[in-house]
Structures are given as C-alpha cells and as structure tokens.
C-alpha cells in the first residue's frame, strides 16, 4: 500500500495509524512511528545550529586570552557559547574554574548564598531566557546542595549546566575530603552528566553539555570536573559544540500521522487544545495562536504552559487540574477530542488516569517520544517540535471543526463556575485580592515567580497571563523554596523594563530567603509579595480536609516579621494587615529600584479551591472542602 | 458538634457553581494504562516476557545508567548482560523483561532515550538466545557426569578429586532443564549468566543508522 493509500484508508475507515504503544513486536502492515516510514519524515541528526565553524568571536577571544589550562578551556567553552551570567559559591575543587573566570569580561558570575539557590536561579535564568542557565558549586557539599535545583530542572524540562569541582582524578574512590560521586548522584536527575578526563577535552565536554542542554527537550546537564583536569595545562582552544553521535531530535512528525489527526481534528464536535510547558520552551506560542484561532479551538492549559496562550482571550480555558479553574476541568472532562501539545499528562493535571478525558480521542505532539502514551495512550501521535508540528497540522487541516455548541457550552461553564472569590467582611485579608493587586500594578510582560504551595496555586488562579516566558515556577518537583532565588535568576534574564514579582508563602520563603541578600548586593529589582498565614498552608489545608483538621508539623504560630528582616537584609520591608493598606504598600514596593518585600498577613483560614483531590476526577472538582 | 459543613469558615467563601453531583458526566473511562476501554468490558493486559537489545557507547558508567533506569522506573528485569562487539566504541546490552506491551514500549523508549544508547531493538521470537550454566558437583561418578554434559551438548570443564564442572549453553529451558539433571551428583555451586542475543539471518539486531530516540517497532 503506496502512503497515499493509506492516507485514504485512514481517512475513511478512521484507524489511527497506531504508535509504539500498541503494535506487538514483529506486527506486519501498521505504519507505527519508528518503522521506515516515520524515520524517513522526521528531520534526524544532531541539531544543525550546533555543529557550526568556530565563529570569528571565538577567534578572536583565543588570539587575545589562549587557552592555558582545562579550566580556562571550560571559560572559553562557556564564553563561545555567548553566556552571560553564571550562577554559584566557591569551593576547594572548583576554585580553578574560579580563577579562569576571573579573566573573562564576557562572563559575570553572581555569588549566591546557598548552592541550592544558585541552581534555582540558573534554572530560572534559563526559563526566561530560553538559553541554558549555568551554575557551579565545589564537590561534595557544594554539589549536593545542587541536586535540589538540578531534580527541579530535571522534572520540568529546563535548559541548564552544572559544573561541579572534584577531587583530583587519583584521589576519586578514596572517599576524599568533600568527595561524592557526583555524576553517580545526579545521573537520575539529569539529562545526561559526564566526568572530566582530561585538560584537552574539558571544555568540549563542557559544550557538549551546553548544547545537549537546550536540544530536543531541554533539561540540566552537569560536567563534574576533577581539579587535576582543570588544573592540567593544555594549548587547545574548545572546538565548535558536538552533539553526541547516539543523540538525535525529531522535529517534524510522520505524514501519515498528521493526515489522520488532521482528519480527527475536523470530525471532532468538541474538540480542545492542551497546551503544555513544551509550547512555551519550544517558542510555539505564535503558531498555537494561529492554530487555535483561526480553527476556533478552545485553549485549555497546564500549570507550565502559563502564557502560552493569553489568558485574556475569549477561547482561553485557563488551567486544568488539581487547582485548575471549574470550566478548564469541565472542558477537559467533556472534550471529544484533546490535542495535546508539549505536555506529559502529568498526574496533578490528569487526576485520575481512569476518569481523565474520558471520551477523548487523543493527539499528542510531544518532541519526546518516550512521552506518548506514557500516562495517557495517544490515538495520534505526533513527534517533533511543537511549532513544527502545529504548523504542519494547520497546513493539513481544510475545515474547522463544526464546534459551534461546544464553544457555547465552554462560555456557559466559564459562566457557571467563575473564579470570583468571596470577600467575607468578618475575615482577614484575603490572598486572591493580593495577587491581583499586583497584577494590576505591574506591566503585562511581568515576571511571576513562586515558591511552592497555596500562595503559588493563587498566582497561578488569579494573575492573568498573557505572554510567554512570564512564569517561574516549580511545577514537577514542588520545591518549596524556589520563588527567591528564582526571582535572582529570572531579574537577571529580564528586560530592564520588566517587572519581577516573586510570591512567596511564609513557610517556603523561610527556606531560601537568605538569597535575599544575593538581590540587595547585586542591587536587583525584584518585588517579593509573602502571602504569609503562619502556616504551612497547603499542608494544613489538607490536613483540614483529609486528616481531621490534625494540624501536624503545619502550624508555626510565630513568623518573623518579614519586613524588619527585608530591612535588615538591606532591602525595603512594608507590612500589610489590611485591603486598604494593600495599594500603597504594592505601589511602593513596585516603584522602589531595588529588592523589596511585603508581607501580607493573609487570612490563615484561607484555601487554595477549586480542588480535584488526589487521583480524583477532575469533573467532580470541589468549589469549597465541603465538597471533598 | 454538627456535620453540617455549610457552618464551617472554609465554606463561607465557597466559590460559586454546581455541586459535583450535578454536573453532566461523561460516559468513557480508561484503563490504568490511559487507554480508553468499555466500562462494561475492562481487560487486563497480561505481562509479555520480551527481549531487548541495545547498542551503546563502549564507556564507563553507561551499563550503571540502564540498570539504574530500570530500577527507578520499576520495569521488571529478568537479566541484563553487557559485552564487547564488533565495533571496539560498542557495547551491547541484551536485557529480558517481562512488562505489558505499554510497559515494554515504555521499556524501550526510556532505554533509547540515553543519551549513551545507539540503538535499541526488541527481537523477535525467533532471535537467537543463549544463556551459560557452569554447574560443579561432586566427583563420584565422572564417567555420568561427563555423559549428562554431552547429552544438554555441554562438556566438563574443570575435574577435580572432589568435584568436576560443566558448561552448559543453550536457551533457558535447556539450561533449567540441566540443572535439574545435574541435581542428582550433589550440586556443589552454580552460576548462570543472562541472556546472550542476536537477531536471525541477515536482520541488524540494532541496527546502528536507526534513530536512537524515536519509538521502535520490529516491523
């Protein structure tokens, strides 16, 4: 059968061409992705960006500065790669890479005070950015204290590079002062890690991290490097970055494959695009608008993928999930046929796999084959990368979707379930007033970054986004912590003209606030909004909710005063207790040209609704726990 | 105190719209595996018992890398064994798992993933499968030890005035099956590698041009 035949076969018959998924090894007759017909449509080989000619720059920095020793080989790898800033702490084993460092007016290095921070704000620096964020740490201590923000990397998708000091090569094994085996602990957390060997090829590994980093689906990659190697001398100038020869990217999908999702698309009655994280990393988010308004598709999004779409648009769902808005559950548990694009179906979006979209026919675009049908089987799979193949879909769709009631349907439940929060007179200040207060006082381009818990579901509910590259935050890990020393990176990756607002909960800024200090020396102007309950918030709601209001390890009842601390730190502090306190306070700190922070004291009974309960059904989502 | 949980602070400011059990419900379901399946007809997928073959970069750590992706990602492994090729920058890496199909199909698609691994291919029924017993007994009788060895094609290797040991190589009902005869001697220790494993005929068991990363099928 020619492909075009089976085009029409599948046109007419409506089999999906199956994915990997579902044929038995050593089926004949399906065209599945990997069999000759998929390899020969997607664009194989390393990305063609890296394997360019040394560019004159790179010349011209080894004519003035020659590369003298492994640990100028790895400045000169990062500087060819037109880095900026890296992020870390000193240490014994990485203090030859420091001292390299210290010739390169290319590179600026900002000193954080904790190398978990330096990790977040290298993460954050390289979600805003779109460039891998680097950090750098010694070995041991310095490393493991990495490997919080590398696992965040990790399970979100960034584009990062750790360079981490190690013991000299004849030491390693010998349980070494600050050794630990670094490449052993961070191989599951990254996208791949290597071990320095030898002062000639250090800085090729180093641009073989940096362009693995941001190919394909990004993710951290780390370079552990001995101090022997770093120290050892050599003449030879880092050449251009290589990919691997075993990696390869597929960025456009099978034909085939996109014919029959073409087809499914135009016979579907209510038909919804999932927009992922993937939309936004992948720089998809004008070809997702073309797509979704020009066929009328109502845009529902994850918890990444905020931005990817604008929120303020009449086919903006929002988002879906545990905390997901009640009409983007509705339209997800309703919808016919789900496009998603750039998402893995992670398990806080699904609720429960068994109730999940449930009389969906599924697209899934993912650049990530091991993504499709890993959570939730897909009927049309299409691998490459998001902007490539929306644009292929476009290309292959000839009418839209007959969807006229559906999107009714969608306007009535955005109607039915709306976001609007009480304000109850007899009740302390309430935190969904203070996000869009915030909002309000800040530019459409603003930055949002969080740490992790009720204050960031607030942010994500009540701040509407509307551009890509505007939220930072910790979505597959969850790390408490994240919004301070993401807020460093991401300033750092800013437009000058771009605000920053970090929220932040009391408890999760407990974690990591002596980055604060990072923010005043380096004169950053960073707003840090603490929704503070004294509480672990999230904790105690669920406590509330599902262990009999036992509020184990959740209640502090004493905070310190977060805005004395600011002050202390150098920064400006406010304190808010009340909603006609807010604007002033929110102007101020806004307008101030440097790190400041306000500390609402929110009310502590407050909670993060609607909720779909763990492995619940996100049809059922409850409006108030009474309805857990 | 009352259960009436309208009274409750929380519910105060409950956010507005139909309760849960007034909403309109859809008819599907899935199955654990994201599937959508018959509600009425819900079908367990059996576990298959499959061979895999990947062909890796001949460097340090990478068979430390598999087998920590097979643990983390709880596949179940039965054996995994690594060893030189005709390329001297090659590894292979035979592994049999048991997993349902998505399990395998997820198996093989997480193992591609590695940046490390070439190529990875599931053979087929028909692949070529060897695994190695070396059995030692005692050496009571040697003339039947020596006539059990011939019989599963394997031979003694080591004779001793206590013990003797044999080889035995062949699939592993072969192997199970001379263990059990070899029991009658006095079986003084074993040991068994994996799997060993080639693709029949001229097929490339991985082949080398295919793309490591995109979902395989031995189609």
Known sequence: ?628 | MSNDTSTTPDDSKALDGPLPEERPEPQGKRNAQGIRIDPEAEAELDPERVTLSALVLHEPGVLAQVSSLFSRRQFNIESLTVGLTENPDRARITLVIEETRPGVEQAKKQLAKLVPVAAVRELERDATLRELALIKVSSEHPDKVQALAEMYGGQAVDAGAETITVEITGQRPQIENAVEAFERFGVREITRTGTAALARGATETAESGHPPNAPMNDD
């Open chain 1, 1 to 628: 059968m020619s492909d075009h035949e089976r085009d029409e076969a599948d046109a007419t018959n409506g089999e999906p061409v199956p994915d990997g998924g579902e044929t038995a090894a050593g089926q004949a007759g399906a065209t599945a992705p990997g069999s000759a017909a998929e390899r020969g449509a997607g664009d194989e080989g390393s990305d063609p960006g890296v394997d360019e000619p040394p560019t004159d720059e790179s010349d011209q920095r080894a004519a003035e500065r020659p590369v003298g020793t492994g640990a100028q080989s790895v400045v000169r790898a990062l500087e060819n790669a037109d880095i900026e800033y890296l992020f870390g702490v000193q240490g014994g084993a990485i203090m030859p890479v420091y001292d390299a460092l210290y010739d390169s007016e290319q590179l600026t290095h900002v000193t954080m005070a904790h190398e978990q921070g330096a990790s977040h704000a290298a993460d954050a620096f390289g979600i805003v950015s779109g460039d891998p964020g680097v950090c750098l740490a010694t070995s041991g201590p310095g490393a493991t204290n990495l490997v919080t923000g590398i696992a965040d990397a990790d399970m979100d998708s960034d584009p990062m590079i750790a360079l981490t000091g190690q013991v000299s090569t004849e030491m390693v094994g010998n349980d070494a002062f600050q050794e630990t085996d670094t490449t052993g602990v961070t191989d599951p957390i990254t996208k791949h890690n290597s071990f320095a060997t030898d002062p000639d090829t250090v800085g090729d590994d180093v641009g073989e991290a940096l362009a693995l980093a941001d190919s394909g689906r990004p993710g951290p990659t780390l370079v552990d490097l001995p101090k022997d190697v770093t120290n050892g001398e050599t003449d030879r100038e880092p050449g251009a970055p290589q990919m691997p020869e075993t990696y390869t990217v597929q960025k456009s999908a099978d034909r085939t494959n996109v014919v029959s999702a073409a087809r499914a698309i135009e016979e579907a009655d209510q038909p919804a695009i999932l927009a992922g994280g993937g939309i936004i990393k992948g720089d998809a988010s004008q070809e997702l608008y073309e797509f979704a308004t020009e066929y009328e598709l109502p845009v529902v999004t994850t918890m990444p993928a905020l931005g990817a779409f604008p929120e303020d648009h009449e086919l903006s769902m929002s988002m879906a999930g545990m905390h997901g808005t009640g009409f983007a559950n509705m339209a997800i548990t309703h919808t016919d046929l789900l496009i998603g694009i750039g998402t893995r179906f992670d398990d806080r979006l699904t609720g429960g796999i068994e109730t999940f979209a449930p009389d969906a026919e599924v697209v899934h675009v993912d650049i990530d084959p091991a993504e499709i049908s890993k959570n939730i089987h897909a009927d049309y799979p299409l691998i490459g990368d998001a902007g490539t193949v929306i644009e292929q879909l476009h290309d292959q769709i000839d009418r839209a979707p007959d969807a006229d009631e559906w999107r009714d349907q969608c306007v009535e439940w955005k109607e039915e379930y709306p976001m609007d929060y009480p304000v109850p007179e007899d009740r302390p200040l309430q935190p969904e007033f203070v996000v869009e207060a915030l909002d309000e006082a800040t530019g459409d381009d603003a930055i949002v970054t969080t740490g992790v818990g009720q204050h960031q579901m607030w942010a994500c509910q009540y701040w509407e986004f509307t551009e890509p590259r505007t939220w930072v935050s910790s979505h597959g890990l969850g790390t408490m912590g994240y919004g301070m020393p993401a807020a460093v990176g991401a300033r750092l990756a800013a437009d000058d003209d771009q605000d920053v607002v970090c929220f932040e909960g009391d408890g999760s800024f407990l974690m990591t606030l002596q980055e604060l200090s990072v923010a005043v020396r380096e004169e950053l102007d960073v707003t840090v909004a603490v929704l503070n309950n004294e509480y672990v918030g999230m904790v105690r709601q669920w406590q509330d909710a599902f262990f009999e209001g036992r509020h184990a390890a959740s209640e502090y009842g004493w905070c310190p005063e977060f805005d004395k601390l600011a002050e202390a730190f150098g920064a400006r502090g406010w304190a808010v207790d009340d909603y006609d306190e807010v604007a002033d306070a929110v102007e101020e700190a806004v307008d101030y040209d440097g790190p400041s922070v306000i500390d609402f004291r929110i009310d502590p009974q407050a909670n993060v609704y609607p909720m779909v309960p763990s492995g619940g059904d996100n049809g059922k989502f409850a409006l108030s726990e009474g309805q857990l």
